[in-house]
């Protein structure tokens, strides 16, 4: 691997950059691998990377069906936080933000996680309650989230209206200063010349189409737009796709895929400092380093995989942000786009074994599931390679849906993302 | 948005209708009799096809009634609609 510092960086300089080689291979598919990775998206390709650098398993290949990086990983809005209520929730989504805060030197690639801090603004007594309650269970888990009055947001973040006489008055707001943001397709980019660098094949435009499974009904290989390639371990971690996937073993789980939408505006200087998000209002904001406001808000109404989704969603979530940030009002929007995100009845990831011996799945991760990669990756890795979970990965399997141990984060009524 | 042929009203957009989910899911009728994996599929499994879905919809800012629908979650096209207490209809490829 070409190691990056600042010492390249100048002699590349001298160089007039034509030093630069490819990041990462284009190897075409082996025959057989002693693990296989479905999904090249920062979970999956984290998963690959962990699963040779921690499990030391390096034959092991990552099938991407379009091109790594083009699902969920490139089309999210990039926000990290972990202050989610139950106990689970928060161990799993703090080991992801613990693993942001050295993940830039642990690749040796900068993905610009920036803890800007993440603030969720309270516009009602419902609101001012929920939140207090959330920051209590987290102080007890050693999550950090602190109660600002509106005086205070409005310190950590000038553009905020906290005029009493508004429709939808600022009455305080949550804020975790350890959450922020990170450049997305720096996550993809990052984990696959590391996983590369330790032996990992990364194949792209390469669909899974089928599952093998030998006499004792074990997994033995996945069929692909490539050919067959035989593995006794194969860990799914397709996002929106995950039904699609663990049907051709006839897996049945509890999601359904809905779009997702984003939008940026035309990029203008520095003005937005942190990311805000509005449960009420319904719709949340940050800015890329790039100065492009960063948009979003909840799901479409009705499952689908189009990618696409209704532009009256889209409307609204702009008409929110105008209600919440009238100075912005004439800012021209550059682009919107959807992802297919795969949402679980209680809002919780699924990072499990399947009933089929071999296979395992990284799931459900839903609108929110980009702050956790280097945890899930990290957990999912652990998960293929022991042949069972890692404690804090323990509580989220399919089972619990049927056993009645749900994590309920969606009647926790935390925010989405 | 989606233009939805409401099998009572015709077509309206979609901003008039609620979503319902996977259709043809029906209630046991004694849930004490269910085994929990019987009851974990009726709550909480979906078909969640990528293609032909049957769906429940429910023309809330019109007449107000539920209905059925056939659509391809490839395309959103909706291929059919239909009341409820019929039968999916086939439709040719
Ligand atoms: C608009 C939007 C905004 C979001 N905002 C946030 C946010 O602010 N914060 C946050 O934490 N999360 C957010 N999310 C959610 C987050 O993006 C996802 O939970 C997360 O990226 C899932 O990670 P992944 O890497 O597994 O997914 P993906 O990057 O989608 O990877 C899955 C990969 O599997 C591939 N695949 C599927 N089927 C097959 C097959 N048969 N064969 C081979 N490959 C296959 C796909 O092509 C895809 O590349 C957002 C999502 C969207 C769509
Ligand atoms: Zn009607």
């Known amino acids: ?417 | 948005m989606l233009i939805i042929p409401c099998p009572y009203c015709g077509e309206r957009p979609e901003l008039e209708f609620s979503y319902g989910g996977q259709a043809h899911i029906d209630r046991p009728l004694a849930p004490s009799d269910l085994s929990d994996e019987e009851w974990n599929s009726y709550l909480y499994v979906r078909a969640n096809p990528k293609g032909r879905h049957a769906e429940r919809w429910r023309h809330i800012h019109g007449c107000a009634r539920f209905f059925n629908a056939v659509r391809d979650t490839r395309t959103d096209h909706i291929l059919a609609t239909y009341k409820v207490g019929e039968p999916e209809p086939e439709i040719p490829a």
């Open chain 1, 1 to 417: 691997m070409q190691r990056f510092s600042a010492f390249s960086l100048f002699r590349q300089g001298l160089d007039r950059q034509k030093g630069w080689k490819n990041q990462w291979r284009k190897p075409d598919p082996k025959p057989a691998y002693d693990a296989i990775v479905v999904g090249g998206g920062g979970h999956g390709l984290g998963a690959a990377y962990y699963l040779a650098k921690v499990h030391g398993i390096r034959n092991v290949a990552v099938l991407e069906k379009g091109w790594i990086g083009g699902g969920n990983t490139g089309r999210n809005t990039t926000i990290i936080r972990s202050n989610y209520l139950f106990d689970e929730s928060a161990a799993l989504y703090d080991h992801a933000l613990k693993m942001w805060e050295g993940l830039s030197q642990e690749l040796n690639y900068n993905v610009m996680f920036s803890q800007r801090g993440v603030m969720m603004l309270a516009h009602n007594i419902h609101d001012i309650q929920v939140f207090k309650r959330h920051i209590h269970a987290n102080r007890v888990n050693g999550v950090d989230n602190e109660w600002l009055t509106a005086e205070e947001a409005k310190d950590f973040c000038p553009p905020l209206n906290i005029d009493p006489n508004v429709r939808y008055p600022v009455l305080g707001a949550a804020l975790q200063r350890r959450g922020g943001t990170a450049r997305h397709d720096a996550v993809a980019w990052g984990y696959a010349r590391a996983a590369d660098a330790l032996g990992v094949d990364i194949i792209e435009n390469c669909e899974v189409t089928g599952i093998r499974r030998d006499a004792a009904g074990a997994v033995s290989g996945v069929e692909t737009t490539r050919g067959f390639i035989a593995s006794q371990r194969v860990g799914v971690s397709a996002a929106g796709h995950s039904s699609v996937v663990l049907d051709m073993a006839h897996v049945r789980l509890p999601l359904e895929s809905y779009p997702l939408q984003a939008l940026v505006s035309e990029p203008v200087k520095p003005i937005f400092p942190c990311v805000v998000m509005s449960n009420t209002i319904h719709a949340y904001m940050s800015q890329s380093d790039k100065g492009e406001l960063v948009i979003g808000a909840g799901t479409d109404a009705y499952t689908s995989y189009t990618q696409r989704g209704g532009l009256h969603i889209a409307t609204e979530t702009l008409a929110a942000i105008c209600e919440l940030f009238p100075q912005f009002r004439r800012m021209r929007m550059l682009r919107n786009w959807g992802g297919i995100v795969d949402v679980t009845p209680d809002r919780s990831p699924i990072i499990a074994k399947t009933p089929v011996k071999g296979l395992y799945v990284n799931c459900g991760w839903g609108t929110g599931g980009f702050k956790a990669t280097p945890g899930a990756a990290h957990l999912f890795a652990h998960t293929m390679a022991r042949d069972e979970p890692h404690p804090i990965n323990a509580p989220f399997t399919i089972e619990r849906f049927r056993d009645g141990y749900l994590i309920d984060e969606a009647a926790a009524a935390a925010v989405a993302h």
